[in-house]
């Protein structure tokens, strides 16, 4: 009757684990400092399990996508005129989204929110948000499509025009840069 379920062996200096039965599972290897599994067994991390046919954690919620999606977010009083505003991307990537959403309706005229990078407009980067109809809550979205690519530590500029809310309100802004 065996004292443990599991044993080791060192075998070409890493150190080989095995079940009561001699079957392996798993090889911590020295040389190449590397800890691997072999098909069928299952590695869980803090009640998380990991396995072999997807090398993804199962606890985990978000896709690959999402993943590899950074918001960046800005709050921007409003008011007339036209005001230049800098975010920096802190990783390099595509911006994919520019959202908007205001604290209140719209006082007197559109609120425009214009992207550019290193002096060219992002395709596709304009958020109009309509004066008619506007409420607090209102969320517009733009898809930008071309000249859209930022650079690790470069900036975003975002150029707010227009309208105001009448009461100090502000226009939030969520950027999606895709890696």
């Keep these: 009757m065996p004292v443990t379920n599991v044993k080791t062996k060192w075998i070409d200096g890493n150190l080989v684990f095995y079940d009561v039965s001699m079957n392996e599972i798993a090889t911590w290897d020295g040389t190449n400092r590397k800890f ?3 098909s069928g067994s299952e590695l869980e991390v803090d009640g998380v399990t990991v396995d072999e046919s997807t090398l993804a954690m ?3 919620t978000a896709s690959a996508a999402e ?3 950074q918001v960046l977010t800005m709050d921007i009083a409003t008011g007339s005129g036209s005001t230049d505003f800098y975010i920096v991307a802190p990783h390099a990537g595509d911006i994919t989204k520019i959202y908007t959403v205001i604290d209140a309706a719209i ?3 559109n609120i ?5 990078i290193g002096g060219t407009a992002v395709t596709g980067g304009a958020v109009t948000i309509a004066y008619s109809g506007s409420a607090a809550g209102n969320i517009d ?6 000249a859209n ?17 009448g009461g100090g309100d502000k226009v939030h802004i969520a950027i999606v840069i895709t890696r």
Aim: net charge neutral.
């Design 58 to 60: 199962t606890g985990v």
């Design 36 to 38: 691997s599994i072999p």
């Design 107 to 109: 006082a007197n005229a």
């Design 149 to 165: 690519t930022i650079t690790a530590g470069a900036a975003i500029k975002l150029v707010v025009a227009g309208g105001t809310t």
């Design 67 to 69: 993943l590899n999606e």
């Design 141 to 146: 979205i733009a898809s930008p499509s071309a």
């Design 112 to 116: 425009t929110v214009t992207a550019s």
